[in-house]
């Protein structure tokens, strides 16, 4: 495998490889970059998705929204095959032409298959006490 430094990267690239997929409003392909036995507790929906489909059902109505999102804070883990993208992020939803900035805290679990990083894990749900990214206490 390579350097710590330069998986580090990689890793930071697979969250910009998954937000221009949103960018392409295409579910299929927001779905392809999930393991196929990966679970998605996402944002905006009490439903756990734990089959392709179902998180390719998440992502086509979620999309509906125009998402961008942008990391604010975070910490990535390395363990073997398997790493841990987690923080902070904030998203602009876009919906009648009106645009909101949604908070939110988010954990990506990636897993190696060969020379292929794949989500197999996906958590993300909004800042519990309004969008302050960082606690000032």
Request: net charge negative; hydrophobic share 35%; proline share 4%.
């Amino acid at each position: 495998m390579a350097n710590d430094e330069t998986l580090h990267a990689r890793i930071e690239d697979l969250f910009e490889d998954w937000n221009r997929a949103l960018q392409t409003c295409d579910a299929k392909k927001v779905a392809a970059l999930y393991s196929k036995d990966a679970t998605l507790e996402p944002t905006l929906s009490n439903i756990v998705r734990d089959t392709p489909e179902a998180i390719e059902d998440y992502f086509t109505h979620f999309l509906m929204h125009k998402p961008r999102g942008k990391i604010i804070q975070r910490k990535i883990r390395v363990y073997d095959r398997v790493a841990i993208n987690s923080g902070v992020y904030c998203f602009e939803l876009t919906d009648d032409g009106e645009t909101r900035s949604v908070m939110g805290r988010f954990t990506f679990v990636y897993l190696n298959e060969g020379d292929d990083w794949k989500i197999i894990e996906h958590h993300s749900s909004l800042m519990p006490e309004g969008d302050s990214p960082l606690d000032t206490a």
